[in-house]
């Protein structure tokens, strides 16, 4: 079940990134005027679950690679293991920034969201692990898919 959540959150990421480079106006991320923000998740090590391995690296390569096609620095957003306290990937930490990313961004502007890491279906929901969920209450420190993308259709950006 973990592995097929964590292909659907892979899948979701590449789909978000294939839209943006080729929306219904053929205009690619390189050519878009507006700015171009990235939320970049990646946890290896758990507060309580199995550690992963590659994650926090492939986030890394990841934003290497968006600020090799325009994304500036100062607007992509990196929470991981390891990191200074307000950039650990945590429940808090990761709404926030995706309300404050998405609150930023205005039409025209590009809008990705990169989550890599542990997933989970709990009472038929699609969750996020965060880096201190918890085994004994998953659904107060865990994210639901759906929420993300509810957050995500209100963000005036014009590709998500």
């Given at each position: 079940m973990k592995r097929l959540l964590f292909?659907?959150?892979?899948?979701?990421?590449?789909?978000?990134?294939?839209?943006?480079?080729?929306?219904?106006?053929g205009v690619t991320v390189e050519a878009v005027?507006?700015?171009?923000?990235?939320?970049?998740?990646?946890?290896?090590d758990y507060a309580s679950l199995n550690k992963l391995r590659y994650t926090k690296n492939d986030i890394k390569a990841l934003q290497a690679?968006?600020?090799?096609?325009?994304?500036?620095?100062?607007?992509?957003?990196?929470?991981?293991?390891?990191?200074?306290t307000k950039d650990l990937p945590t429940?808090?930490?990761?709404?926030?920034?995706?309300?404050?990313?998405?609150?930023?961004?205005?039409?025209?502007?590009?809008?990705i969201i990169a989550m890599s890491g542990h997933g989970i279906e709990v009472?038929?929901?699609?969750?996020?692990?965060?880096?201190?969920?918890n085994e004994d209450n998953f659904l107060t420190t865990t994210i639901p898919v759906n929420e993300i993308y509810t957050i995500f259709e209100k963000s005036k950006a014009s590709f998500k």
């Open positions: 292909t659907l959150f892979f899948l979701f990421f590449v789909a978000s990134v294939a839209f943006a480079q080729e929306s219904s106006k005027a507006g700015q171009k923000y990235a939320i970049l998740i990646g946890i290896n690679e968006l600020q090799k096609v325009g994304f500036e620095e100062k607007n992509v957003f990196a929470l991981t293991c390891g990191s200074e429940k808090e930490n990761i709404l926030a920034v995706i309300d404050n990313v998405l609150d930023w961004a205005k039409e025209g502007d590009v809008v009472e038929g929901q699609a969750r996020y692990c965060t880096i201190n969920t």
